[in-house]
């Protein structure tokens, strides 16, 4: 007892020592002393991730704080699962926050949008009741606003960052009046352990409009369609330190908090259930197509990066509706394994994003913009950033042995385990829900080849003398060896999300997962991959190829210039474009992209001399015009109508206020 108490007690002080990091450079960056704010909020987020590290060694634990809020004792307590999200999460912050915003200025207010969107994470993580949690909620949302509104690094940022909190608090108000439905039901208890008793007693209709709004409340901060639409413009407005910190802790936590809702708030079975898995489950798959497919025509850093965290996001959330609908066809095992495939993806998704967000940045502090043009970087930059970037693109490409490839190995298999099912309906999401994750994964593939090939290979212009930060290199390094490492000890960390599985659905899920050094979904006879080996096996077969380029420079092939239309060759006016490379699906999914394109001739005094030509090329958004413009202009010509209101006229306002008391009267008396 004694020794659990001071386990308890160290928790706690490690975690009030985060609290008052962040809380001290939050300060730190009010009072405009941006040197001292960038590091203790580094050391905050860096200490958060040491903390997660050390918690989940030792085991998940509880502690309250001596406050109250709403008559209600303020309690926070991290679980396992929580603990892996923050660590894979506040890694990619740290760096990003002691890098700082390549923004000239606005540096404090970024600095205190990153405080106050990493205390909201922390509540968010921990918070055990709805009054505490749709605080931090907000928190998070208010930080993310004002880190791109102080870098404005687009003309157009505070429009953008209006549209996303309006969609945020879409979201807010759905997540709002599910709390309130579950604290209704809970006779006014508003704890989170409340929740899923009072849950059992409501009806399947309101079950099912409960786990919806919840979907739609945390799926406007994932990404799901039709809320992905804010992504690319956002995030576009900001730096890469500002993508790494929303990609990473922040999509963390919201995911974390969605599946917290769907499968322990809500009970484990019903028609209901399957209803909500399937929902889930085809909102998911759709909205990892719909933003793969869209990232793959961007062509700044941010807004592809941006719109690729909108789809692993999906893919996740896939995941997790596989997992409802296992659930309630009884597989306990089968559903762990899809809760934790999930919780695997996000983990690597976090730092590979970070990764290669910081390395955006570092183009910016080079060239002063974010366009994915090729500009030889790898040949100028150092190996630091040549390996950090490869492991980060091919693990979000999804090639092996990095952890992309290992978690969307795992979603395929747990979509497969679909022929364990009963009933027809099942079965056929699960096996569409593949056919979209497989054209998902090819469509990211060609995305981070372009991404890598365009953005940093190439060659270098003769008049770009710019070099390349060498500290952006070696977080980039740091970030892409972190994904590497995660998947060779795979086998070993997985482990310590079995606990929740347990304690969630009476499975060992996790600890199924692994046989010694081989990854199988549950059973070897199905399936099995090594991360481990590969890391090992993979060199080993690049000695052939290294062998082949070795006789090939012994004996090089006689190089001759090609025929370049009688003109003298110009590598840059030759390179491959963001819209060459990408085109060719622009075309085949015009349908869904809708492609418009102008171009603008201007002549001088004969016509056949041309002076300028400016080509504008887009696509379409597809909600942005059928529903989010319908939406503003309605708001529009409401606010229109209501200002008649402000009249002026003194008579006018008496007369309303008269009204307005006589109606309050007719209320209490007819009561």
Known sequence: MRAAW????????????????????LLAALCSQTTAARWLIAAGAAWAAIQAAWALHAGAQGFSLPMALAGQP??????????????FGFAPAALAAALCTPARQGSAGWLFGVAVSLLGALGVYGAQDAYAFLIAWELMSLGGAVMLLSESLSAQSGQVSLFMLALLEVGAVALLLACLILGRAAHGGMDFAQFSAAARGMSGGLELFVGLLLLVGFGAKLGLLPFYEWFADAYAAGSGA??????????????????????QWLPGSGLWLLVLGAVVTAIGVLSAIFTVLHALQQNDWRALLSLSTAENASVAVTALGACLIF????????????????????????????????????????????????????????????????????????????????????????????FHLDDLGSKLILALAGAGLALTAAVALATFIKLFGVGLLGARPAEDRQPFPRRYGWCVLALGLGVLVCAAGLPIWIRALDDVDFAIFGAHGAAAMADNWILVPLTNTFAFISPSKLVVAMPLLAIIPLLLLWVGWRRRPRQARVWYGGMIEDPQRAATTSLSFAN???????????PVQSAVRTHGANMYFLQSLDFHHDVTNMFETSLFDPARNFVWRLAGGLRRLQSGDLNFYLS????????ILFLTLWQ
């Not at 963390?252 to 499968?263: H, P, S």
């Not at 060719?584 to 809708?594: D, E, G, K, P, V």
Request: glycine residues 12%; contains cysteine.
């Open 6 to 25: 001071i386990e308890e007690a160290g928790m706690a002080e490690g975690f009030f020592i985060i609290f008052v990091l962040l809380a001290a450079g």
């Open 74 to 87: 303020l309690r926070f307590a991290y679980s396992t699962d929580a603990l892996w999200l923050m660590l």
């Open 242 to 263: 500002s993508g790494a910190i929303l990609s990473g802790v922040v999509l963390n936590a919201a995911f974390f908090a969605l599946a917290r809702g769907l499968v």
């Open 327 to 418: 659930r309630e066809n009884g597989h306990a095992d089968l559903a762990a394994l899809a809760w934790t495939v999930a919780f695997l993806h996000l983990a690597g998704h976090a730092l590979a994003k970070g990764g290669l967000f910081l390395c955006a940045d570092g183009i910016y502090r080079a060239v002063g913009h974010y366009t994915i043009v090729q500009r030889g970087w790898l040949r100028r930059a150092g190996l630091a950033l040549g390996v950090g970037a490869l492991c980060c693109a091919m693990s979000l490409a999804a090639i092996p042995p990095q952890m992309g490839f290992v978690s969307e190995w795992f979603a395929f298999q747990t979509v497969f385990q679909g």
């Open 584 to 594: 060719a699906l622009r075309n085949y999914y015009s349908f869904i992209y809708r």
């Open 656 to 663: 309303f206020i008269g009204i307005l008391l006589a109606a």
